[in-house]
């Protein structure tokens, strides 16, 4: 097949009023378009989610694009198996991907930790006036840093509902828990992250 | 609802809940806490960088599926080769067994037993006279020289 032969993405200004299952379906069939258009659909959303596991907004893009490749994949080996019985649970899926990518990442991360000379030594030497803009960047920095080592349920649903600003019937669609779990889950989640506070 | 209960489901926007707090003081004062705790532990708003990078996702992940799209179909298309050089190769290797003189009748192995009584008696009735040489002396040529 030629380069030129290959349907290319088009650029759609306006969203469709499509659902995603029809579009993920459409995609499936061999309409390009529809690929583009889930992802312009979703791009913020997940960008939101997987941000919080990225040390730089390249990682996280780079996490969102790998989130939405395996989610294409996914649709794409498990609609004929599903047929036409329901719905496609796209953005859910979109959702357990993204979190477990930044999961995975975020061990890595951690195996190959790496301290960047310049922010040891701006962290070592504050400015007198910044002192208390300071000691709220560490207060913050120390809350970020325990969100990150909550109960993997626990964060899964605080990021969700926080960073993802999901009602909790929907993140516990996506987490594969009821609503009721979810809130559960958020309940312990803050009450550890106020210990932190203390 | 005890003010516990209220503490544990204030952040999940239950009604009861919503009720206690207003007519709860420590209940309100341990609300903002949760609500303080929340802000801290919030992602700030996208910044112009992020914001930048998701122009051009669409197009990255569309050219990535196709990348890997014709990766793939390399891949197929080098084990698909691979198989049908390896079943070609059998059958060659099978048809070239078929065809040799030497596989259709295998040679039988002849065993002679050590006790047959033939190989006995030929050995005790050893005839030497099949070596013996006849011996002339030529008077003319004593040294045996060629002439």
């Known amino acids: 097949m030629t380069e030129t032969s290959v349907p ?3 650029v759609v200004t306006a969203p469709s009023d499509r659902s995603d299952d029809t579009l993920c379906r459409a995609f499936v069939a061999g309409e390009p378009q ?17 941000r919080r596991y990225a040390e730089s907004p390249d990682e996280a893009r780079d996490l969102t694009q790998r989130a939405f490749l395996r989610a294409f994949e996914a649709a794409r080996r498990s609609l004929p198996r599903l047929g036409r019985s329901g719905p496609v649970p796209f953005r859910a899926w979109l959702l357990r991907i993204a979190l477990n990518l930044g999961k995975n990442h975020l061990r890595a991360r951690r195996r190959w930790k790496l301290a960047p000379v310049a922010n040891l030594e701006s962290l070592a030497s504050p400015a007198p006036d910044a002192a208390d803009g300071l000691a709220r960047a560490e207060e913050q920095a120390r809350v ?8 993997r349920r626990q964060r899964e649903v605080l990021t969700l509902r926080v960073d993802g600003a999901l009602p909790f019937a929907e993140v516990g669609e996506a987490l594969g828990i009821t609503e009721g779990n979810a809130k559960v889950h958020f309940c312990m989640a803050v009450k550890r992250l106020k210990e932190e506070l203390r | 609802m005890t003010c516990e209960e209220c503490q544990a489901l204030a952040t999940t926007g239950d009604t009861a809940a919503a009720e206690h707090l207003a007519g709860c003081a420590a209940c309100r004062e341990e609300e903002a806490k949760t609500k303080a705790a929340l802000a801290l532990a919030a992602m700030p708003a996208l910044s112009g960088e992020e914001a930048a990078q998701l122009g051009p996702l669409a197009a990255s992940t569309w050219s990535a599926w196709r990348r890997a799209e014709r990766r793939k179909s390399l891949w197929r298309s080098v084990a698909g080769l691979a198989v049908a050089a390896a079943v070609g190769g059998l059958i060659a290797s099978a048809a070239l067994l078929r065809a040799s003189p030497h596989s259709s009748a295998p040679q039988r192995a002849v065993v002679a037993a050590a006790d047959d009584p033939a190989l006995l008696a030929s050995d005790d009735e050893f005839d030497t006279s099949a070596y013996e040489v006849p011996w002339t002396f030529d008077s003319e040529n004593p040294e045996g020289e060629a002439p």
């Open chain 1, 8 to 10: 290319h993405l088009r």
């Open chain 1, 34 to 50: 529809a690929f583009g258009e889930l992802v312009r659909r979703h791009q913020e959303l997940i960008f939101r989610v997987v």
């Open chain 1, 144 to 151: 970020k840093a325990a969100v990150l080592t909550l109960p």
